[in-house]
């Protein structure tokens, strides 16, 4: 799909580009082009870039680190914005002020530094802070939304606005935040002594490096672990380990992260999920459903 930057009022039209590779965006490293990629340089770009996407009824997806992201082979027919460019962040007594474009583990870095405690939970999930807080990130040792204090995002009617935490709705690996685009985030921690914070990040990232395929292109885990169980642990139980389509494999070290060996496509990926979901049901009567989010949305079924 081309799209003209004439779509955009003049003053955003210089921070954006056309037919812009995503898979190299990805940590996946798959997928096609973005029709259009605008890397906003402050808030009031954000609101002025939705604004125009709603007047000329262009699709807008919200790109953050790209982490928990699969991207189709065709692209997205549509504006990509990457908040690459708001990553600033402040900490000021236990309260912390971040971009939504900030590094994820520099954000816990800084709270370690800075002697806030809670965040260090974080510790090794890769991808943003605005990323973070659309997903509800977060693991064994807590999840984003325990620190969220509030946070500034341009609504879905393209106002920029200042939610509390009681105002936003988090679930598992979910938020209402999904439906606008984060900005800017104000998280509040405890109190406690940075060598002993910045220790515990270090054996929160070293579990995660001993269970998970780290040194292999995936978007985490692919699905979302069924109420009261491990999605990693059925589908090993399934006997899925090691399957493949193409470049896609399902992880030796973990089931539930599907690698890209270096040639998969999104198909491929596609096209193992639903073998997966397949064997999952016929072994264990149970309905796994995706994590990653799959651009445009399409269910692995399709
Ligand atoms: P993206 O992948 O860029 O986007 C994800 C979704 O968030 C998309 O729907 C996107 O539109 C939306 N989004 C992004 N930014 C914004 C914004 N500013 N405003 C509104 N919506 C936005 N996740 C966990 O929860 N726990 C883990 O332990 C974990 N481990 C992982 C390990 C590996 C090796 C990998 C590759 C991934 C892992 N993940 C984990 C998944 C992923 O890192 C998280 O979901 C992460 O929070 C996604 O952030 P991101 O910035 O990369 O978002
Ligand atoms: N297990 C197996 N085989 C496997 C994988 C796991 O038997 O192939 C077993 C493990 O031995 C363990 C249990 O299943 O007894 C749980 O495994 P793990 O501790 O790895 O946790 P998980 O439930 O698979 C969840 C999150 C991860 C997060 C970890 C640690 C989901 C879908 N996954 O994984 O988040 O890092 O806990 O906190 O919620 C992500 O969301 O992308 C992600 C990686």
């Not at 220790?199 to 985490?220: C, D, H, V």
């Amino acid at each position: 799909m081309n799209l003209s930057l004439n779509l955009l009022p003049p003053r955003l039209r210089p921070l954006a580009r056309a037919g812009v590779p995503l898979a190299p965006l990805t940590t996946f490293r798959i997928g096609g082009a973005a029709a259009l990629l605008v890397e906003p340089a402050s808030l009031r770009d954000v609101s002025d870039l939705l604004a125009a996407c709603r007047a000329s009824g262009v699709p807008l997806f919200v790109l953050g680190g790209g982490s928990n992201l699969l991207v189709s082979d065709e692209g997205v027919p549509g504006v990509v914005v990457s908040l690459a460019r708001l990553k600033k962040i402040q900490v000021i007594g236990s309260h912390v002020i971040a971009q939504a474009g900030a590094n994820l583990a520099t954000l816990v870095t800084r709270c370690s530094q800075a002697g806030v405690a809670g965040p260090q939970a974080l510790a090794g999930i890769p991808g943003t802070v605005g990323g973070a807080l659309a997903m509800n990130a977060g693991g064994r040792h807590g999840e984003i939304a325990d620190w969220v204090e509030r946070v500034i995002w341009v609504n879905p009617r393209g106002e920029l606005e200042s939610l509390y935490r009681e105002e936003i709705a988090f679930g598992y690996r979910s938020s209402t935040l999904r439906e606008g685009v984060v900005v800017e985030a104000w998280l509040h921690g405890g109190v406690g002594e940075p060598a002993e914070l910045a220790a515990r990040a270090r054996t929160i990232l070293q579990e995660k490096l001993a269970a998970q395929p780290y040194s292999e292109f995936s978007a985490g885990c692919a699905f979302q672990n069924p109420k009261g169980m491990s999605a990693g642990r059925l589908i090993d139980l399934a006997g899925c380990k090691g399957l493949g389509v193409g470049g896609a494999q399902v992880s030796t070290m973990h089931g539930n992260f599907i690698v890209n060996t270096g040639s998969a496509t999104a198909s491929q990926v596609l096209e193992l999920m639903r073998m997966v979901q397949e064997r999952v049901q016929a072994a264990h009567g149970v309905r796994l459903e995706p994590e990653v989010r799959i651009w445009p949305a399409c269910a692995p079924a399709a």
